[in-house]
């Protein structure tokens, strides 16, 4: 079955870590790159971190940059968000999403965000 | 950062009418764009990408249309699970990927 599924979510006080996983399955895992975008409830969409298939290469928002880290294991199919220095604004569902599909050759292709997990929430809170 | 705009916010709609939602880049998307549909307590469903080219599964009730700044997703005649958000998305120039802040679909 082609899913993704998040874990890792929880309360955190300010200031600390958590770190979310997102286990890949059905699916050539190391021939996309992967990303995360997060959503405060009841508001919208917000991109927050992508890394190529190979790891290569990392993106983040400017609203997390040097706070998270986004990796991966590809031998294990899957991906994981580490968040440091959490805020009360970083609080949201955070969901993993499956985007660039890299062929053979190297030609990677986007259709647009094609495979969601279900989201985890974290809450960052006192 | 490329800013996408989606109007109206809140479409009010009897079942089986035809609705259309409206997206506007603030600069030129060529053929990166997609449309996502997120019901209540739910993970986003990617319905179109690429402007026009419906995702697996999708009803052909759902279409797309548009270039460059101006895009638009019809349903052509609403069905009660088509009540959701939808979000406009570009992927053409990036990083950051960027969404539309959404345009929510209820029943009139």
């Known amino acids: 079955q082609v899913q993704l599924v998040e874990s890792g979510g929880g309360v955190v006080q300010p200031g600390k870590s958590l770190r979310l996983s997102c286990a890949a399955s059905g699916f050539t895992f190391s021939s996309y790159g992967m990303q995360w975008v997060r959503q405060v409830p009841g508001k919208g969409l917000e991109w927050v971190a992508f890394i190529w298939n190979d790891g290569s290469n990392k993106y983040y928002a400017d609203s997390v940059q040097g706070r998270f880290t986004v990796s991966r294991d590809n031998s294990n199919n899957s991906l994981f968000l580490q968040m440091n220095s959490l805020r009360a604004e970083d609080t949201a569902v955070y969901y993993c999403?499956?985007?660039?599909?890299?062929?053979?050759?190297?030609?990677?292709?986007?259709?647009?965000?094609?495979?969601w997990g279900q989201g985890t929430l974290v809450i960052v809170s006192s | 950062e490329i800013v996408m705009t989606q109007s109206p916010a809140t479409l009010s709609v009897s079942p089986g009418e035809r609705a259309a939602l409206s997206c506007r880049a603030s600069q030129d998307v060529s053929g990166n764009l997609a449309w996502y549909q997120q019901k209540p307590g739910q993970a986003p469903r990617l319905l179109i990408y690429d402007v026009s080219t419906r995702a697996t599964g999708v009803p052909a009730r759902f279409s797309g249309s548009g270039s460059g700044t101006e895009f638009t997703l019809t349903i052509s005649s609403l069905q009660s699970e088509d009540f959701a958000v939808y979000y406009c998305?570009?992927?053409?120039?990036?990083?950051?990927?960027?969404f539309g802040q959404g345009t929510k679909v209820d029943i009139k």
């Open positions: 999403a499956r985007d660039l599909y890299c062929n053979d050759d190297g030609n990677c292709f986007s259709n647009g965000f094609d495979l």
């Open positions: 998305q570009q992927y053409n120039n990036w990083p950051p990927w960027t």
